[in-house]
Each structure stands twice: as C-alpha cells, then as structure tokens.
T-cell receptor
Framework: GESVGLHLPTLSVQEGDNSIINCAYS??????FIWYKQESGKGPQFIID?????DKRQGQRVTVLLNKTVKHLSLQIAATQPGDSAVYFC???????FGAGTRLTVKP | EADIYQTPRYLVIGTGKKITLECSQT?????MYWYQQDPGMELHLIHY???????EKGDLSSESTVSRIRTEHFPLTLESARPSHTSQYLC?????????????FGSGTRLTVV
C-alpha cells in the first residue's frame, strides 16, 4: 500500500534541546522522501527532502536521515525553538496519503 | 511562497446548502488533490486529479464531487452540506511525478455546517 506511519504521535522538548522525529514508510517506490511542517490553522509546508539514494541530508538546523533497509526516516531539529512547534509529516514523493503526523511541542 | 490559493478561508453554512470550495494554482502542476482534516488528526485523501478531465475518488469522497476543466482550477462541491462535513479542507498540487518538493498545499478552507 501507500501508507506512511509515524512512530510517535506527540513529542515534547525543552527550548534549545535537539528534537528527533521518526517516520516509517511502506512505499519504496518513491524517488524522494519529504518532511512537511504543519502549523496550527495552516496547510503543510515543505521542510526538506532527501533522494532515495542518499542516507543523510542537512539543511539549516534540520537533518534528515534515511534508512532504506528498515524503511525509516528521521528528522532532527537542532536547538529547537518555540516556532518549531507544529505537526510534522513525512511522505514519499509518490505518496498521496499521509500518516497522522507527530505533534512537536516546544516548552520555553 | 506557495502559489496555490483556496477560497473561502472560512465558511459557515446551514444544513442542506450546496457549497463549492475553490482551489487554484499558478504553477502549472498536473496533479491536484483534496484532503479533509479534523483538528489534530491525519489528512484524509478525498479526491485527486492527474490532469484536465481526470478525476479520481480517494478515501472519503462519497459525499462530494470535483471537476478539472482547467489545469489551474480544481473546485470541490458538496451538494447538500451536513454537520458531519464540518472540517478543514486542504487542496494541494504536485508536478507529474511528485516533483522535487513534493506537494504544495493551500492554506485550507475551514468549513462549519450548522
């Protein structure tokens, strides 16, 4: 199927700490895997993607790791800030369905 | 900034009314999608389109219809609104193969049926 599921529905971290959000996927046919951020009352927004032939990609304060052997993605956010509070989804670029997401709450 | 627009942003309507939620994108994307999302819940795919004159049902589409007469426009219609339709509706688009950046989402229409 095309389902993408997340390991944890909620994550609470202290401001300044690093966050790690995990994701399992079942559809291996995607060329890219993408992380989205959805803030309250808004649509999901692209954060970072990773090609399926890579295992790591770094952005500004974010790093995505891909382990195709176990079909696992993770999003690492360095020095988490209150503005990072949101729901985070992952998906393959060929997926049309998304999992429930992980709600990240950053405590000041 | 995303070039996909949804109107209205908020809508309160009475039971039994017919409503159309508008979605337009200026990126020339072939694929477009409609999702329904309740607060704190996952996105449910309700309709999608691969291009002009192509529409497919998703997982929760039995009470709504869509049309794709133009590439840039993908409206969603509820023939008879019910309180159970109260939700947020998100429109998205993508390049033919999902594209480098996956899906571009609109800001959503928050629908309340009273």
């Amino acid at each position: 199927g095309e389902s993408v599921g997340l390991h944890l529905p909620t994550l609470s971290v202290q401001e300044g700490d690093n966050s790690i959000i995990n994701c399992a996927y079942s559809n291996s046919a995607s060329d890219y895997f993408i992380w989205y951020k959805q803030e309250s009352g808004k649509g999901p927004q692209f954060i970072i993607d990773i090609r399926s032939n890579m295992d790591k990609r770094q952005g500004q304060r974010v790093t995505v790791l891909l382990n195709k052997t176990v079909k696992h993605l993770s999003l690492q956010i360095a020095a988490t800030q209150p503005g990072d509070s949101a729901v985070y989804f992952c998906a393959g670029n060929n997926d049309m369905r998304f999992g429930a997401g992980t709600r990240l709450t950053v405590k000041p | 900034e995303a070039d996909i627009y949804q109107t209205p942003r908020y809508l309160v309507i009475g039971t039994g009314k017919k409503i159309t939620l508008e979605c337009s994108q200026t990126m020339g994307h072939d694929k477009m999608y409609w999702y329904q999302q309740d607060p704190g819940m996952e996105l449910h795919l309700i309709h999608y389109s691969y291009g002009v004159n192509s529409t497919e049902k998703g997982d929760l589409s039995s009470e709504s219809t869509v049309s794709r007469i133009r590439t840039e426009h993908f409206p969603l219609t509820l023939e008879s609104a019910r309180p159970s339709h109260t939700s947020q509706y998100l429109c998205a688009s993508s390049e033919d193969r999902g594209g480098l950046h996956g899906y571009t989402f609109g800001s959503g229409t928050r629908l309340t049926v009273v």
